[in-house]
């Protein structure tokens, strides 16, 4: 058992919209506010955890999860994963990353795009049975307010975006 240091009510805790519907297709305004390198379930490689805010047009404030394979055994597995990764580089104006707090702060804009349910039939009832939601996946990339919607292609000139400080070095 663990005492906290004080006493905490629920009149004094924020209220959750728990608004967890997969947001329809489409490009969508954001802010990175987190990314961290994890290992893959069998341990073989690694992936970035990107956690974006979504800035607008509209869901402001919703968050998205998208990874981003940077080593697998799979070559076409971790050559798509860099692909995204130096897409998602270059939609915020960085050149060169050796650590993963330099994608936070970094304003852009993501596709979004939707997973459908995965469903299994429930051998008892030959009933379909949802295992896991749809949910949203972010599928492209682009510099934040490129007036014409551009797509930032790998071959395109290093964009020239400001980036926002981090969430810890704002004051």
């Not at 209220?15 to 490009?27: D, K, R, Y």
């Not at 956690?51 to 404030?61: A, M």
């Not at 394979?69 to 799979?74: E, Q, T």
């Not at 970094?106 to 939707?114: E, F, V, Y």
């Amino acid at each position: 058992m663990a005492f906290l240091d004080h006493s905490i009510s629920i009149a004094d805790l924020p209220v959750s919209n728990n608004n967890f519907e997969v947001l329809p297709a489409g490009w969508y305004g954001s802010s990175i506010t987190g990314a961290e390198l994890k290992s893959t379930k069998a341990g073989t490689g690694q992936y970035i955890a990107v956690k974006y805010n979504i800035t607008g047009p509209t869901h402001q404030g919703r968050i998205i999860f998208g990874n981003l394979n940077i080593r697998n055994p799979n070559p076409t597995a971790e050559e798509i994963g860099r692909q995204q990764l130096g897409d998602l580089m270059r939609s915020i104006g960085l050149v060169k990353v050796d650590d993963t707090d330099q994608l936070i702060g970094g304003n852009l804009q993501i596709k979004m795009g939707i997973k459908e349910a995965v469903t299994k039939k429930d051998p008892s009832t030959g009933l379909d049975i949802e295992v896991y939601p749809a949910s949203n996946e972010v599928k492209g990339w682009r510099v934040a307010g490129d007036a014409n919607n551009n797509y930032v292609s790998p071959s395109s000139s290093q964009p020239s975006v400001q980036k926002a400080a981090p969430p810890w070095a704002k004051k």
